[in-house]
């Protein structure tokens, strides 16, 4: 989930509340089912009663997004089920009224009411996910506009989890499993940065484990509706995406945003790199590498505070890995890993004595060794 906020008055945050972007140290993912806004469907914690965007009264998640279930899209896709949420778009799964199979139906939150700018970001995830054709990218099935329901775009159903919710489900991730997330999602990023488009929202809610019919799984990176184009496509003679908006919006994820996305500055593949570093950090220790009361503060800390060491929550993790992860943290992209490719091979190369380290862990704790990836409950 995004949010801009706006930088020439930067205590004033433009579209979507604190409370649904911000994961602290000590996050709290469990407990009460978390309100939701009937108009923008932006969720809060229990307790709040009113939408702080448009002031609109809470409602149960049952009472709000559920209206579309049954009800057909174009006249050919029948959604059958909400799987995934996010601040610009419901994902339904989905079936054809011709076509066997399943799919997974992204619709624009708001609607036939979409703002220009929503507009502009869904046009711009679809020509986007065009030009990166990768095994750990999702491709785009079909797009278009339904009279009653607006925006949509249709994509293969994936199976298993987001890595948020793997995360709250069971907490950090044993090391073999971390370490295919590490390949996959550095695959589809050196895929992204070589057709020139850099992500801009790297976060555990837009990285999926995906469950294959075989039981094998699959890392999928999702969610391209923030990524900017650096130059255009070759023969493509039209303006790159920084020439088509202004300077003035900081957009991306305040827990996840690299020092360079809070100061408006020129972002590249680096700046995707320094988010997955937050998302190691996190997926190592269970805890994000920077806590605040506020969407600004935490910006502030990704700015100016050095992070903690990963180790102190997490007993097993080798000297040379935790290297790797505050190395993508460090504040000036030319001190992080250059490539995606980079981090892929220097993290391969401290793989052997990171496994050795952590099974001698995991015998410690217990006398079942967990060899397998996990997956969740069906
Ligand atoms: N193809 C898919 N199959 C299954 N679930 C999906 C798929 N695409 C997205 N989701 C789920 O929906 C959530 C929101 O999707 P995303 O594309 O990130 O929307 P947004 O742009 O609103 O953030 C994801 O975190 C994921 O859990
Ligand atoms: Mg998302």
Redesign the pocket.
């Known amino acids: 989930?995004?949010m801009a906020v706006n930088a020439q008055s930067p205590g004033k945050l433009d579209l979507w509340p604190t409370y649904v972007t911000l994961r602290g140290r000590r996050p709290a993912r469990f407990g009460r089912p978390m309100p939701v806004c009937p108009l923008c469907e932006a969720s809060y914690p229990a307790g709040v009663r009113f939408c702080g965007v448009d002031g609109q009264a809470l409602g149960k998640i049952s009472e709000t997004i559920d209206k579309l279930i049954g009800s057909r899209l174009g006249d050919a896709y029948e959604l059958t089920v909400q799987?995934?949420?996010?601040?610009?778009?419901?994902?339904y799964?989905a079936r054809h009224v011709q076509t066997p199979g399943e799919f997974?139906v992204?619709l624009l939150?708001s609607g036939t009411q979409a703002a220009p700018e929503q507009v502009a970001r869904f046009r711009r995830e679809v020509s986007i996910l065009a030009k990166v054709i990768s095994p750990h990218v999702?491709p785009i099935v079909q797009y278009g506009h339904d009279a009653g329901k607006g925006y949509y775009l249709v994509?293969?159903?994936?199976?298993g989890?987001?890595l948020?919710?793997r995360l709250a489900r069971k907490g950090p991730l044993p090391l073999p499993e971390l370490s295919k997330m590490v390949d996959h999602v550095t695959a589809a990023l050196q895929c992204a940065h070589q057709a020139g488009v850099i992500h801009r929202d790297i976060k555990p809610?837009?990285i999926?484990l995906h469950t294959s019919d075989d039981g094998q799984i699959t890392v999928k990176l999702?969610?391209f509706?923030l990524a900017k184009l650096l130059r255009p496509p070759q023969g493509d003679q039209g303006p790159s995406e920084d020439l088509q908006t202004g300077p003035t919006q900081v957009l991306g994820s305040p827990s996840t945003m690299s020092p360079e996305q809070v100061l408006s500055q020129p972002v590249d593949a680096r700046s995707d790199l320094y988010s997955f570093g937050v998302v190691l950090f996190e997926a190592l220790t269970g805890q994000l590498p920077f806590d605040a009361e506020s969407a600004v503060q935490l910006m502030r800390k990704q700015v100016y505070d050095p992070p903690p060491r990963p180790s102190e929550d997490c007993p097993w993790l080798s000297e040379d890995l935790e290297k790797i992860v505050l190395d993508l943290l460090a504040k000036r992209p030319s001190l992080r890993p250059q490539s995606a490719e980079e981090l892929r091979q220097t993290w391969q190369a401290a793989l052997p004595m990171g496994l050795e380290k952590w099974r001698r862990h995991q015998l410690h704790r217990s006398p079942t060794v967990v060899t397998g990836l996990d997956k969740p409950p069906k």
Do not use: C, I, T
């Not at 799987?83 to 994902?91: D, K, L």
């Not at 994509?155 to 199976?159: A, G, I, N, V």
């Open positions: 989930m995004a799987v995934g949420r996010g601040a610009f778009g419901a994902v799964a997974a992204k939150r999702v994509m293969p159903l994936l199976s989890e987001n948020a919710e809610e837009n999926y999702l969610d509706g």
